[in-house]
């Protein structure tokens, strides 16, 4: 939870072969959106990289409310945007953990994959909010994710996501 971990997998043929993605992930919070990007990044030439765990561990301690999330979560993605476009240049595919809930963030996303030249799938996850609710109360209670969220956090959140649109030009996968 604090550290990198390195896993080492077999390539194969079929992921020498494979088409770089960035893979995108859009949903409330508990959604199950970490879950299927962890899913996804243990597939063979793929990275995951997830966004609580990374502002965890640049800024412990300072990142408690939305006001403290946004310029910190704007300093990442500066910083490791060219990272992602080098690793897609080079054939690896990301399984990139951040919220694509604004078309602010989907905006710099979509940035990405046009400096990368690479294929992209946004996966929209539509769990209705009594699921979200309920997942999150259990992830809370589980003391085993970066951070701990309230009702109250959850409806602020909540409050700005916005569904991608067709004329985003997203290859929208659905879930749900």
């Known amino acids: 939870r604090n550290g990198w971990k390195a896993v080492i997998r077999p390539v194969s043929v079929t992921a020498m072969d494979h088409t770089p993605t960035l893979h995108l992930f859009c949903g409330k919070i508990g959604s199950g959106k970490s879950t299927l990007a962890a899913q996804i990044g243990a597939e063979a030439a793929t990275i995951l990289m997830s966004e609580d765990q990374l502002l965890a561990n640049l800024y412990p301690g300072e990142v408690l409310t939305i006001k403290d999330y946004v ?46 030249g690479c294929d992209h799938r946004l996966h929209l996850l539509r769990t209705p909010d009594p699921i979200c609710r309920e997942r999150l109360a259990a992830r809370n209670a589980s003391g085993n ?31 749900g």
């Open 71 to 116: 310029p910190c979560s704007y300093r990442l993605r500066r910083t490791i945007g060219p990272h992602i476009v080098e690793l897609l240049r080079n054939g690896m595919s990301v399984a990139l953990d951040f919220q694509a809930n604004t078309t602010t963030v989907r905006a710099w996303m979509r940035q990405l994959i046009e400096e990368a």
């Open 145 to 175: 994710h970066e951070y701990q969220v309230s009702e109250a956090d959850f409806d602020l959140f909540s409050s700005y996501f916005v569904a991608p649109g067709r004329d985003e030009g997203f290859n929208i996968v659905p879930h």
